[in-house]
């Protein structure tokens, strides 16, 4: 089995898109060195150890399996409550205000989290932080609130209860 080497930049970019800090990412129970030992690698100064390569891609598929399980909860919800379709204006606004909108939290701080979710790892977190924010960006989702909650009927928020079912991951 051949294990994939990540090179400095790539490293650098997985950590950065993943929303971590160099120092959380020093302290992922897999990795567990130094601030400074990360930044070597990052650096270029230090060859990467083949299990933070390895540690960064199990984190990847984790960063898919959420992507891909909040665009399947974004489109069957947009299935369920489609915009209107007509061709006129007024009948299209007061259409719209039957429809219900979706919002979905980012949690700004950990804390935040940890008291919506009852999920205690930081890791997680910062998952569900860069997907919302990919998400957001490329504007599959046009709302985030803190205040409000993860539909129960989505996928994701059983991810976020720790359910990282294999057939997630596959695509």
Request: glycine share 4%.
């Amino acid at each position: 089995m051949s294990i994939l080497k990540l090179t400095p930049p790539e490293l650098k970019a997985m950590r950065q898109g993943l929303g971590l800090t160099v120092a959380e990412a020093a302290e992922l129970k897999a990795i567990n060195v130094s601030k400074r030992a990360f930044q070597y690698w990052e650096a270029g100064d230090r060859p990467i150890p083949d299990d933070v390569s390895q540690t960064f891609y199990a984190i990847a598929c984790q960063y898919h399996a959420i992507v891909k399980v909040l665009n399947e909860d974004i489109a069957r919800f947009k299935e369920q409550n489609p915009l209107p379709d007509t061709d006129d204006a007024n009948e299209y606004f007061e259409q719209i205000k039957q429809v219900k909108k979706l919002v979905l939290p980012f949690y700004t701080s950990f804390v935040d989290f940890v008291e919506a979710t009852g999920n205690s790892h930081v890791i997680h977190w910062r998952l569900w932080q860069s997907a919302i924010s990919h998400l957001f960006l490329i504007g599959k989702l046009n709302d985030l609130d803190d205040n409000v909650s993860v539909p129960n009927d989505f996928k994701a928020w059983s991810w976020l209860n720790g359910d990282y079912g294999v057939d997630d991951l596959a695509d």
